[in-house]
C-alpha cells in the first residue's frame, strides 16, 4: 500500500520518499559536523531507501549539467556564481561530488517541504560515466561537454569510449539544447536529435603550435585519416578539418576573438564583442570561461553580470586554489592526465620570478591506478624555469622523482617527502615564499585535510 501526503498543497510524496529524503538529510547532518566529509554517502543511503528519489528531489528545477574531462568543476563554479550575481535562486554540487550519490545528496540537502522550485536552477556537474544515471530522472535545459582527453585509463579507456558513456546519458534527454566545445573534434557531426551550438577559439593561443606526439584524438573520427589545423590551442583542440573527408569544426555561436593577456593570475579576452578577464590563469581556464560564458548567456543572464562575475571568480577546492602556510603563498593546482598537467605547466612558466614546486602523485582509485601517464607530460619545459626547491610526495613519489630527474631538473634540489608534517615543515624552512602544488585528486585531497587540520585552511569542503 502506498500513503500520500500532501504538503502545503505544492508537492505530492510517498511516504517511502519522505522517509528516503529524511534518512539522506540525517546522514549529511552527522556527516557534516561529526565527520567532517562524505559528500556521497547520504545519497547512496537515500537511494536505498527509494531508486527513483532523484525525480522527486530534482523536481521543477532547471537543471544545468556539465560534464567532460577537465574543467567541470571550475566551469560549474563559473556558472553557478553568475546566476547568483544575477539574482537567481540556485544550487550546486560545490564539493566536486559528481557521481550519481553525490549529485542525489547534493538535491536531499537543498530539498524543503512544501517549497517550490520553480524559477530555481540547479548547476550541477556529472562525472562523465554518470550522465546517463541522471538523465534517467531529470531532463536538463542545458548541457554542456568541456572537453575529452584520456583520463584515468584503467577506468574510462581511450576518449571514444568517454564519449560513448556520455552519449548513454544524452540520448535520454532529446530536448535538452547542447552547449558543446566546437575546438574539440570528437563533439561534431553527432547523430542526435538535439538542438546544438558551440564555442571555442577564432584566433590562436601563440603561433605556430604544432600537434604533440601525445595527443589525444589525431585522427578523424570518421575516416580516420590525420587532422589538419589553422591553429591549435592545446592538446588536440582547435581549429580542426579533415583533408581527406571534409569533415570540419562547426561555426562558432561564442568564440574568443582576441587574446589581450595572460598573466600567472589571470586573463582578458574578447568574447565575441564583450571584453571579459577572467581571474584565473591558463589556457583552460579561458575555455572555462568562455563554457560559462556561453551558458550564462544561454539562460539569458545579463552581460553586466556575466563579465562582474568571472572578474571576481574565487579558485575552488584545489583548482588554483590559494593557500597561505605561514609567511608561503601556495596555490594548489589539481593534476590529474596529460593535457591538464601540461596545461598548468605553461601557467608555471608565465613565472619571472624564482619559486619552488611541490609535485604530489597518488594512484588511487579516484587518481586512476595507471600512473605511466606522467611520462607524456612535457616536464622538460621546467628547465627553464627559476625553480629552486623540489618537493615530491604522495604514494607513487619515487616514480615522479624518476620522472622528474629524467626531464633534465637537478636531483639536488630534490626533497622527498611522505609525512605531510615534516613535508609542511620544509616547505615552511624553504627560501621561496613563492610556492606552486601540483597534485592528483586524492593527494590534493588528503593534503588539503591536514593543512585543515592545521588550521591553514578554514573551510574543508
Not at 72 to 83: D, F, H, Q, R
Not at 111 to 134: L, P, Q, T, W, Y
Not at 231 to 243: A, K, Q, R, S, V
Not at 335 to 359: E, M, R, W
Amino acid at each position: 500500500m502506498v500513503i500520500l501526503i500532501k504538503v502545503r498543497t505544492v508537492n505530492i510524496i510517498n511516504i517511502k520518499s519522505i522517509i528516503s529524503i529524511l534518512a539522506g538529510k540525517l546522514v549529511l547532518f552527522l556527516s557534516k559536523n561529526f565527520l567532517k566529509g562524505g559528500s556521497t554517502f547520504p545519497g547512496r543511503v537515500a537511494l536505498k531507501l527509494d531508486k527513483k528519489i532523484l525525480k522527486t528531489v530534482a523536481k521543477d528545477y532547471k537543471v544545468v549539467l556539465i560534464t567532460g574531462t577537465n574543467g567541470k568543476t571550475t566551469t560549474t563554479s563559473m556558472i553557478y556564481n553568475i546566476l547568483k550575481e544575477s539574482g537567481c535562486r540556485v544550487i550546486t554540487n560545490n564539493t566536486g561530488a559528481n557521481m550519481y550519490a553525490g549529485i542525489v545528496a547534493c538535491f536531499v540537502d537543498n530539498f524543503k517541504f512544501g517549497k517550490s522550485n520553480k524559477r530555481a536552477f540547479a548547476i550541477i556537474e556529472v562525472d562523465e560515466a554518470n550522465v546517463k544515471f541522471i538523465t534517467e530522472h531529470i531532463k536538463p535545459e542545458l548541457l554542456t561537454i568541456t572537453n575529452l582527453f584520456r583520463d584515468q585509463l584503467d577506468r574510462y579507456g581511450e576518449v571514444y569510449t568517454t564519449l560513448s558513456k556520455i552519449m548513454e546519458g544524452i540520448v535520454k534527454t532529446p530536448k535538452t539544447k547542447l552547449i558543446l566545445n566546437g575546438d574539440e573534434s570528437l563533439l561534431g557531426n553527432l547523430d542526435i536529435p538535439n538542438e546544438t551550438s558551440f564555442y571555442g577559439f577564432s584566433v590562436p593561443v601563440k603561433e605556430g603550435v604544432k600537434l604533440d606526439v601525445n595527443a589525444d584524438a589525431k585522427f578523424c573520427k570518421f575516416c580516420k585519416a590525420p587532422y589538419e589545423y589553422n591553429y591549435i590551442t592545446y592538446n588536440h583542440l582547435g581549429d580542426f578539418y579533415c583533408p581527406s573527408c571534409g569533415y570540419k569544426r562547426s561555426p562558432l555561436k561564442y568564440s574568443v576573438k582576441e587574446i589581450l593577456n595572460l598573466e600567472t593570475d589571470s586573463s582578458e579576452v574578447m568574447i565575441n564583442e564583450d571584453i571579459v578577464k577572467i581571474s584565473q590563469a591558463g589556457v583552460y581556464n579561458i575555455y572555462n570561461g568562455l563554457c560559462a560564458y556561453s551558458m550564462a548567456k544561454e539562460l539569458g543572464m545579463p552581460t553586466e553580470a556575466i563579465l562582474k562575475s568571472l572578474s571576481k571568480q574565487d579558485s575552488s577546492f584545489g583548482r588554483q586554489e590559494v593557500i597561505n602556510i605561514e609567511d608561503k603563498q601556495a596555490k594548489i593546482i589539481l593534476v590529474k592526465n596529460p593535457a591538464g598537467y601540461n596545461q598548468a605547466l605553461d601557467t608555471l612558466c608565465l613565472n619571472k620570478k624564482d619559486f619552488s614546486c611541490l609535485f604530489m602523485l597518488n594512484d588511487n582509485y579516484a587518481d586512476g591506478r595507471d600512473v605511466s601517464w606522467i611520462w607524456d607530460v612535457d616536464f622538460e619545459k621546467l628547465n627553464t624555469l627559476p625553480i629552486n626547491d623540489v618537493f615530491i610526495s604522495g604514494m607513487r613519489m619515487y616514480d615522479m622523482a624518476v620522472r622528474l630527474k629524467i626531464a633534465g631538473l637537478n636531483e639536488e634540489n630534490f626533497k622527498i617527502e611522505a609525512d605531510y608534517e615534516k613535508l609542511t615543515e620544509m616547505i615552511k624552512a624553504s627560501k621561496d615564499n613563492n610556492f606552486y602544488i601540483l597534485a592528483t585528486y586524492t593527494a590534493m585531497i588528503n593534503y588539503r585535510k591536514y593543512l585543515h587540520s592545521k588550521g591553514y585552511i578554514q573551510k574543508l569542503w
